[in-house]
C-alpha cells in the first residue's frame, strides 16, 4: 500500500509525452477485433505496430458517450494518456514496492509503529496478500483516492483549455525539452517504454507472491547487499 501511497506527489516531475498525429482522420473508421488498427501510424512515441487484437478498434473512453464518431487519432490519444498514467505509477511502484518490504520493519522497529508487513508474512499488504484492513492502510487508501482524483482534474482542465494542441500526459509542469525536438521525442519513448516495462514488473510482483509467498525484496539479490543494517529502537 505504501507503494502507491508514495506515487501521488511524484505524478507532476514526469516528462508529458506523446502528440496527437498531424494527419488525423475526418470520421471514425473502427473495423472490429482482430482487425488492423491505428496503431503502428499514429507518429506516438513508442509506437511499434503491435496490436494483434485490435483492442484499439473500440473507443470506450468517457468522451465516446457524446461522440459517436471520434476520429480515431484521438481515441489512440485517449489510451495513450491512460497508458503514461499507468506506467507513471508503476515505475513508482515497482520501486517502492520491494522497499517497503525491506524497510517498513526496520523503521517500525525504531519508532515503534506498527509492522504492517508482519501480518503478511513481510508480503507487501494487498488484495491478494491481505493486510489492507491495518492501520493507516485504508485512510491512506482514501487520501490516494483523493490526491489521483485532483491530479486528474487537473489534467482534464488542461486538455479542454488546449484543444487539439493538447497531448497526453500533460499536466502543466516543466518540461526539459521543447515539444517537436528530437530529444523530446527520445524522451518521451524512454519514458513510455520505462513505464511499460514497470507495469509488466508490477504484475510480476503480484504473481509471484501470491504464488510463493515469499516477498519480492528477497527475491532481489541487490536489496540484501544494501548496508541498512539493523536500525536501533529509539528509546
Not at 496527437?20 to 471514425?28: E, F, H, L, Q, R
Amino acid at each position: 500500500m505504501a507503494a502507491f501511497v508514495l506515487t501521488t506527489p511524484c505524478l507532476g516531475f514526469f516528462i508529458n509525452a506523446g502528440s496527437v498525429p498531424k494527419s488525423a482522420p475526418i470520421a471514425a473508421s473502427y473495423p472490429g477485433a482482430f482487425q488492423p488498427s491505428e496503431v503502428g501510424a499514429t507518429g506516438l512515441p513508442g509506437d511499434v505496430g503491435f496490436d494483434p487484437l485490435g483492442l484499439a478498434n473500440f473507443d470506450l473512453s468517457a468522451e465516446s458517450a457524446t461522440d459517436k464518431m471520434r476520429s480515431a487519432a484521438y481515441v489512440m490519444r485517449d489510451y495513450r494518456d491512460a497508458e503514461l498514467k499507468h506506467g507513471r505509477l508503476a515505475m513508482l511502484a515497482a520501486v517502492a514496492w520491494p522497499l517497503q518490504e525491506k524497510l517498513n520493519p526496520l523503521l517500525a522497529a525504531k519508532y515503534r509503529m506498527p509492522n504492517l508487513v508482519a501480518e503478511t508474512g513481510g508480503l507487501s499488504p494487498s488484495v491478494l496478500n491481505g493486510g489492507l484492513e491495518q492501520g493507516i492502510i485504508p485512510s491512506s487508501i482514501v487520501t490516494f483516492a483523493v490526491l489521483i482524483s485532483l491530479v486528474e482534474a487537473q489534467g482534464l482542465r488542461i486538455k479542454k483549455a488546449q484543444g487539439d494542441s493538447w497531448f497526453p500526459g500533460d499536466y502543466g509542469t516543466a518540461r526539459i525539452a521543447e515539444r517537436g525536438t528530437e530529444q523530446f521525442f527520445s524522451l518521451a519513448s524512454g519514458e513510455i517504454w520505462n513505464g511499460r516495462i514497470a507495469m509488466l514488473a508490477i504484475l510480476a510482483y503480484v504473481v509471484q507472491e501470491a504464488v510463493t509467498r515469499v516477498p519480492t525484496a528477497e527475491m532481489i539479490p541487490f536489496l540484501d547487499s544494501l548496508p541498512l543494517g539493523t536500525l536501533t529502537p529509539i528509546a
